[in-house]
């Protein structure tokens, strides 16, 4: 999947699930593609860095912590972009969850 691909397919995605969970919140359209941009810029730059940073833990915990680092992704950008936010970091943890699953599923279809 191209990266412009990408992008219009987690805007959907976050479009979709602030329609489906209470506690994720998103102003507009405008705002979903905004942040599905930064998310996907903070995935580029920022991602890498904390993967090695973290890789001790993500060894002992056999890989779990690659969904935290998602969740904090989520989080940072939820902290950039004003009118995308979440309740609690369980929820972004939840999001960057199903963001990840559906964006493998699109890779692999």
Do not use: H
Not at 62 to 82: K, P
């Amino acid at each position: 999947m191209k990266w412009w691909q990408r992008i219009l397919a987690n805007t959907l995605i976050f479009l979709a699930l602030a329609g489906f969970l209470q506690g994720f919140q998103i102003d507009s359209w405008v705002t979903a593609l905004v942040a599905a941009v930064v998310f996907g810029v903070l995935n580029v730059i920022v991602k890498p860095l904390l993967v090695i940073l973290s890789l001790p833990i993500t060894v002992m915990t056999l890989g779990l912590f690659y969904f935290i680092i998602n969740g904090l992704m989520l989080w940072f950008t939820a902290a950039l972009v004003s009118g995308f936010a979440f309740s609690s970091f369980t929820l972004a943890l939840i999001v960057a969850l199903v963001v990840s699953g559906l964006n493998a599923y699109f890779n692999n279809a």
